[in-house]
């Protein structure tokens, strides 16, 4: 009985100090981001500044390469919208197709999907380029939003999980009717995995988000710019880097990341824990 008392204090505080660890780096940035650029690494081992400097969220704001900071977080919500639209749509459709379909290789080409999940990413970068060098389309975000359409291995999977699940008496009763599979697909199946839909949604914006490679090869123009580039244009090898500012924006940056968690992550654990079930 006393060890069941002491147990969930100690569990509790064990917990606290493994999150602050965790947080601390996010922490540091925070405060980071209220020091004089030159004084930030000088007094590293200091957590909190010893005077704050707020100019550098106004200098931040004001942007790079003559552009204000707000135009590069609006490039990356179009590409993140978009981009995640795509995912959601084409991986739900094809997912339905391998859960609910019987089609000639289906075992094999499921198969095949989940190997792409191995696939080191750096693998097909110089095959994509080429391909999307000769469509002509470099400098525009076609290269980041368009693959999204075909659908995304992890989140195929995550789906087809989930759909496996639903109780196929539901498709048969659909089907006396008299609706379609495209009908059974909208009007059944969409409805019962809003979970994993809201599950794929949110890690494809993280994703998209934060994703500096795929801006850095195929966007040119600063007036394309996202915000992981703008925050890497803060450095500059040549001169003064502004630490100051960078960390600023990058606070900012967090803003659409940490507020989409707290409100969406219900659906998070409910997708993820939910997925791995099979009816």
């Given amino acids: 009985m006393v060890w069941r008392n002491v147990k969930w204090p100690v569990y509790h505080l064990f917990v606290a100090a493994l999150a602050l660890l965790m947080l601390y780096p996010v922490l540091w940035m925070l405060f980071s981001s209220f020091k004089e650029s030159r004084t930030i690494f000088v007094t590293a081992e200091s957590l909190f500044p010893t005077e704050w400097i707020w100019s550098n969220y106004v200098d931040g704001w004001k942007g790079t ?32 197709g391998f859960a609910r379909l019987n089609f000639k290789g289906r075992t094999f080409w499921f198969s095949l999907m989940m190997l792409t999940l191995m696939l080191p990413h750096d693998v097909v970068l110089v095959p994509q380029y080429i391909i999307f060098t000769k469509l002509g389309w470099l400098n525009t975000i076609l290269p980041i939003v368009v693959p999204t359409f075909f659908g995304m291995p992890f989140f195929i999977f995550l789906m087809v999980q989930f759909i496996r699940t639903i109780p196929k008496e539901l498709d048969e009763a659909a089907t006396i009717d008299g609706c379609n599979k495209f009908r059974l697909y909208i009007q059944i199946i969409m409805p019962l995995i809003k979970s994993s839909l809201a599950t794929a949604a949110i890690f494809s914006f993280y994703w998209r988000w934060e994703d500096l490679l795929g801006p850095v090869l195929y966007l040119n123009s600063p007036d394309k710019y996202t915000v992981s580039m703008a925050l890497k244009m803060f450095l500059d ?43």
């Avoid at 390469?65 to 959601?88: C, E, H, K």
């Avoid at 100051?244 to 998070?268: D, E, H, N, R, Y």
Wanted: net charge positive; charged share 5%.
């Fill in 65 to 96: 390469a003559g552009r204000p900071f707000m135009d590069y977080i609006t490039n990356s919500l179009v590409i993140v919208v978009i981009s995640t639209i795509g995912a959601v749509l084409s991986s739900s459709l094809i997912a339905f």
């Fill in 237 to 279: 090898s040549e001169s003064a880097s502004n630490w100051g500012a960078m960390f600023a924006m990058s606070i900012v940056s967090l803003i659409p990341v940490v507020t989409v968690f707290f409100i969406f992550q219900k659906q998070i654990v409910q997708g993820m824990s939910t997925s791995g079930l099979k009816g």
